[in-house]
């Protein structure tokens, strides 16, 4: 069983469309992360929903806007897609503890915007 | 506010070979320290974590010691396989950024037989 999964694994649009990017969790946890991953395989947070609510925004274009359905499904939509937009954006989910508890990811999923 | 810092790659070693790749922090309040490794093509899998100063993490032969003092989490391995070539990203979650977890820009390691 994937503890983690994301879809889709590759999505490639052009510029100025509107995309979603699906992910679920099984493992019962109840914070949910989006990052983003640079061509430089830099990772940065953009999105963290604890139980359905949003507790971490970052600098993050309007464009961006996650939604959590039930505390086992984070999914991405963007608008308006941009060149600047093509990364690997990867979910993760984790079990809040005192200590910052381990996250576990998603695949990924590579966006290329032509 | 808080960041990680890592050695550049790309690290090319020899099989065997003894593997040391540099981190340090600056944090605002008392983190947890992680290693995180991506294999070619996939997410990113845990390697090890420490949560209080003095903790050593360590897995797979990897380990790394939370040093308080230095601001510090060190990964090593004393003899590295082709199978650890892989990107390998310190990082830190603090309670007040949400856990979310802070990178560094990774270490690109390169493992030859």
């Not at chain 1, 649009?13 to 991953?37: A, R």
Request: glycine share 8%; hydrophobic share 30%; aromatic share 12%.
């Amino acid at each position: 069983d994937t503890a983690v999964s994301q879809t889709p694994k590759y999505l490639v649009t052009q510029m100025g469309n509107d995309k979603s990017i699906k992910c679920e969790q099984n493992l019962g946890h109840d914070t949910m992360y989006w990052y983003k991953q640079d061509s430089k395989k830099f990772l940065k947070i953009m999105f963290s929903y604890n139980n359905k609510e949003l507790i971490i925004n970052e600098t993050v274009p309007n464009r961006f806007s996650p939604k959590s359905p039930d505390k086992a499904h984070l999914n991405l939509h963007i608008n308006s897609l941009e060149l600047g937009d093509s990364a690997v954006y990867f979910c993760a989910s984790s079990q809040e503890g005192p200590r910052g508890n381990e996250q576990f990811f998603g695949p990924g999923t590579r966006l290329t915007v032509l | 506010g808080d960041s990680v810092t890592q050695m550049e790659g790309p690290v090319t070693l020899s099989e065997e070979a003894f593997l040391t790749i540099n981190c340090t922090y600056t944090a605002t309040g008392y983190p947890s320290l992680f290693w995180y490794v991506q294999y070619p093509g996939e997410g990113l899998q845990l390697l090890l974590k420490a949560t209080k100063a003095d903790d050593k993490g360590s897995n797979k032969g990897f380990e790394a010691t939370y040093r308080k003092e230095t601001t510090s989490f060190h990964l090593e391995k004393g003899s590295v396989q082709v199978s650890d070539s892989a990107v390998y990203f310190c990082a830190l979650s603090e309670s007040n950024s949400g856990y979310a977890l802070n990178f560094g820009k990774g270490t690109s390691l390169l493992v030859t037989p």
